[in-house]
T-cell receptor, first 109, second 114 residues
Framework: SQQGEEDPQALSIQEGENATMNCSYKTSINNLQWYRQNSGRGLVHLILIRSNEREKHSGRLRVTLDTSKKSSSLLITASRAADTASYFCATGGGNKLTFGTGTQLKVEL | DSGVTQTPKHLITATGQRVTLRCSPRSGDLSVYWYQQSLDQGLQFLIQYYNGEERAKGNILERFSAQQFPDLHSELNLSSLELGDSALYFC?????????????FGPGTRLTVT
């Protein structure tokens, strides 16, 4: 069963706009990671945020983590058509990652 | 290119058959993970190996088994295949065995059971 649940399930925006995806999880975590998957291809790691961190940036990505609410958000600024993909959060605890259900992002020209 | 290779890319087989999927991790990575991705179940963790030994088990069926060899490549064996086993199977690797490390995913093997 999935630990994380992403919201929204699907998101369609215009190029240049910002995209925000949310992830909620159920149990305590050591870290939370975000991955991107282009259609039918392998997942690509985007960013890792540890449980003692609240915010992290990487290029056009901004991730926040609120452990009290058991939630995280991924913000992609100034989106591009190439950002079209599915985005998954993954919660880390013990030896394994548990992936959420994903948000399908479509960036239109 | 993640540095993780998987073969074959596609596999079509009949129900009841047995197949072997192969994965070579990134150079230097000791840990290998196997995942199954299907439309109805999403991305499911199957099993993890670290330096040749099983480290964690997820939703892996008894009909499935895996191993990691001394050269660190891994194989996932699927037997008595059913239609519901049709899915994308991903292998991922990481430098260490804990969940605090990013995982590098291979391109996947698409299995179709007819």
């Amino acid at each position: 069963s999935q630990q994380g649940e992403e919201d929204p399930q699907a998101l369609s925006i215009q190029e240049g706009e910002n995209a925000t995806m949310n992830c909620s999880y159920k149990t305590s975590i050591n870290n939370l990671q975000w991955y991107r998957q282009n259609s039918g291809r392998g997942l690509v790691h985007l960013i890792l945020i540890r449980s003692n961190e609240r915010e992290k940036h990487s290029g056009r990505l901004r991730v926040t983590l609120d452990t009290s609410k058991k939630s995280s958000s991924l913000l992609i600024t100034a989106s591009r058509a190439a950002d079209t993909a599915s985005y998954f959060c993954a919660t880390g605890g013990g030896n394994k990652l548990t992936f959420g259900t994903g948000t399908q992002l479509k960036v239109e020209l | 290119d993640s540095g993780v290779t998987q073969t074959p890319k596609h596999l079509i087989t009949a129900t009841g058959q047995r197949v072997t999927l192969r994965c070579s991790p990134r150079s230097g990575d000791l840990s290998v993970y196997w995942y199954q991705q299907s439309l109805d179940q999403g991305l499911q963790f199957l099993i993890q190996y670290y330096n040749g030994e099983e480290r964690a088990k997820g939703n892996i069926l008894e009909r499935f088994s895996a191993q990691q060899f001394p050269d660190l490549h891994s194989e996932l064996n699927l037997s008595s295949l059913e239609l519901g086993d049709s899915a994308l199977y991903f292998c991922a690797s990481s430098v260490s065995g804990g969940a605090s490390y990013e995982q590098y995913f291979g391109p996947g093997t698409r299995l179709t059971v007819t």
